[in-house]
Antibody
Framework: EVQLVQSGAEVKKPGESLKISCKGS????????IGWVRQMPGKGLEWMGI????????RYSPSFQGQVTISADKSISTAYLQWSSLKASDTAMYYC??????????WGQGTLVTVSS | EIVLTQSPGTLSLSPGERATLSCRAS???????LAWYQQKPGQAPRLLIY???SRATGIPDRFSGSGSGTDFTLTISRLEPEDFAVYYC?????????FGPGTKVDIK
């Protein structure tokens, strides 16, 4: 069974750093792209970027380029999304999902990130 | 970047009725790389349709997708109670993937 399990909810202060994770199982992790999607409270889905764990080829949406870093450790079948300096506007639910063709067929449960002073 | 527009913003229908949702792209989506997702409150989105018209695994045949170029449609032939949700389209035919703003299907 394909599963993507994300790390738990985080509460952070502005300016702090954060790295959340997405662990894949039940399939060949290095053979599928993993995408990240943001959903701000009460809002729609936003494409952030995508990584191919096989060779760490990474593409970012222009809106998120330079704002976050996407990475992966194929030895433990885990993808990451990280911030070096959080802002209140980063408060959102973040989803990872497997991308067989660019569409997203299996999703993680989401990680809620709250940034508040 | 390809901008997706979805209409209507909200669709109010009764169970058993047919739902027709539209997704329009600001430029042609190559190879019909267009997907549809359903999202219910408190849940992750679920893939319904990929490649504009291919149903994802386990998706009932009351869901169908059509279209090409810049105009795409998701049709739910007969609404079931569990179909009331928000629906998003997504294009993955360009170097930057994008989502539409969503259509909410609610109970009339």
């Amino acid at each position: 069974e394909v599963q993507l399990v994300q790390s738990g909810a985080e509460v952070k202060k502005p300016g702090e750093s954060l790295k959340i994770s997405c662990k894949g199982s039940g399939y060949s992790f290095t053979s599928y792209w993993i995408g990240w999607v943001r959903q701000m409270p009460g809002k729609g889905l936003e494409w952030m970027g995508i990584i191919y764990p096989g060779d760490s080829d990474t593409r970012y949406s222009p809106s998120f380029q330079g704002q976050v870093t996407i990475s992966a450790d194929k030895s433990i079948s885990t993808a990451y999304l990280q911030w070096s300096s959080l802002k209140a506007s980063d408060t959102a639910m973040y989803y990872c999902a497997r991308a067989p063709r660019g569409d997203l067929d299996y999703w993680g449960q989401g990680t809620l990130v709250t940034v508040s002073s | 970047e390809i901008v997706l527009t979805q209409s209507p913003g909200t669709l109010s229908l009764s169970p058993g009725e047919r739902a027709t949702l539209s997704c329009r792209a600001s430029q042609s989506v190559s190879s019909s790389y267009l997907a549809w997702y359903q999202q219910k409150p408190g849940q992750a989105p679920r893939l319904l349709i990929y490649g504009a018209s291919s149903r994802a695994t386990g998706i009932p045949d009351r869901f169908s997708g059509s279209g090409s170029g810049t105009d795409f449609t998701l049709t739910i032939s007969r609404l079931e109670p569990e179909d009331f949700a928000v629906y998003y389209c997504q294009q993955y035919g360009s170097s930057t993937f994008t989502f539409g703003p969503g259509t909410k299907v609610d109970i009339k």
